[in-house]
């Protein structure tokens, strides 16, 4: 079975672009999380979705962020305009019940923001 | 609020020697779900374990050992006979049923296995 995926895998930009990440839960997961991994704040949760519905978006740093899951297959996050300090590496993880299951990560997307 | 503490940053050790890699917890909640999650050099964050709140026996995978004690609010993981394959970092993760789906890492272990 696949795992989760995630692309771009690396994703190199201009400060003020906008940056669009992308991940495919595992079939079957009705929890889909989006995590920021950096060396100074170590692992954090930005958004997690139930049922594709958006529950808890306490994490996401700015409103330059956003995430979306038109369905149960499909999710972005999307950084507009980006800055510097965006960058990091950003996990999806799913999970079948919420966080108190294992939650399978993808490998992550690696964002450097110039 | 949960809070996850590692305190050892860093720690190498020489093939085969037993390493113990310390997490500290605190909640407020009676119900929690406490996890060990490694993270190779390819960078994918990997499930080892889960225990919940009302289950403090031990547990034993392999060379991989858990202990868990809620009088001292720690679940450490023990590694036996260390394998330069155990070369990672390890996140301790805590979620508690009031803390609304949310897992908190502690702030990882970098496990280094010299051969």
């Known amino acids: 079975d696949a795992g989760v995926i995630q692309s771009p895998r690396h994703e190199v930009t201009e400060m003020g672009q906008e940056v669009t990440l992308r991940c495919k839960p595992i079939?079957?997961?009705?929890?889909l999380f989006w995590y920021r991994q950096t060396m100074m704040r170590g692992l954090e949760l930005l958004i997690y979705f139930n049922n594709n519905v958006p529950i808890d978006d306490s994490g996401m740093p700015e409103d330059r962020f956003s995430a979306k899951m038109p369905n149960a297959s499909f999710s972005t996050l999307k950084i507009q305009p980006s800055e510097p300090r965006d960058s990091a590496v950003y996990f999806c993880?799913?999970?079948?019940?919420?966080?108190?299951?294992?939650?399978?990560f993808g490998p992550g997307t690696r964002l450097t923001v110039l | 609020a949960q809070k996850v503490t590692q305190v050892q940053t860093e720690i190498s050790v020489v093939e085969k020697e037993d390493v113990t890699l310390d997490c500290v917890y605190e909640?407020?909640?009676?119900?929690?779900?406490l996890f060990w999650y490694k993270q190779p050099p390819s960078g994918e964050l990997v499930f080892l374990i889960r225990?919940?709140?009302?289950?403090?026996q031990n547990e034993i995978s392999g060379r991989y050992s858990w202990n868990f004690q809620k009088s001292t609010s720690s679940f450490n993981f023990t590694i036996t006979a260390s394998q330069v394959v155990d070369s990672a970092v390890y996140f301790c993760?805590?979620?508690?049923?009031?803390?609304?789906?949310?897992?908190?890492f502690g702030q990882g272990t970098r496990l280094t296995i010299n051969p």
């Open positions: 079939s079957g997961h009705d929890y």
């Open positions: 993760a805590l979620v508690a049923l009031q803390g609304a789906q949310k897992l908190v």
């Open positions: 909640t407020r909640d009676t119900t929690y779900y």
């Open positions: 225990r919940n709140s009302f289950d403090e």
């Open positions: 993880a799913s999970s079948r019940g919420g966080a108190f299951n294992e939650q399978f």
